[in-house]
């Protein structure tokens, strides 16, 4: 089978329109943020949700350490210590905030 010069050069070209690429550009991009949304939604809420927990933890480990002087009871109250320490200083309440925030201005 022989091809002529004009049907090679003819199968080789695309009709490139820019309107129609940026359109597909704008929607891969939209499927990516729509699709990536629910994901970080819910890794955010599980950094919140760390954070709480280290709150929690060490209320009720200071609650068991002013109960009694037992060594135990002084080593309940320091580990509420750096507990509360983590939690001021929480890295996860600190991603939680970070990622929120970046991901809203999507």
Do not use: W
């Not at 990516?32 to 929690?56: E, G, I, L």
């Amino acid at each position: 089978m022989v091809k002529s010069a004009d049907g090679v050069i003819v199968s080789e070209v695309k009709d490139v329109d820019d309107f129609f690429e940026h359109e597909r550009t704008f929607l891969l991009e939209h499927k990516r943020v729509k699709d990536a949304s629910p994901k970080s939604d819910r890794m955010t809420r599980f950094h919140k949700n760390a954070a709480d927990d280290y709150n929690r933890i060490g209320t009720s480990l200071y609650a068991l350490g002013t109960q009694d002087s037992t060594d135990i009871c002084k080593f309940f109250l320091k580990l509420q210590n750096c507990l509360i320490k983590q939690e001021k200083y929480s890295i996860e309440a600190r991603m939680s905030a970070d990622e929120d925030f970046k991901l809203s201005d999507l």
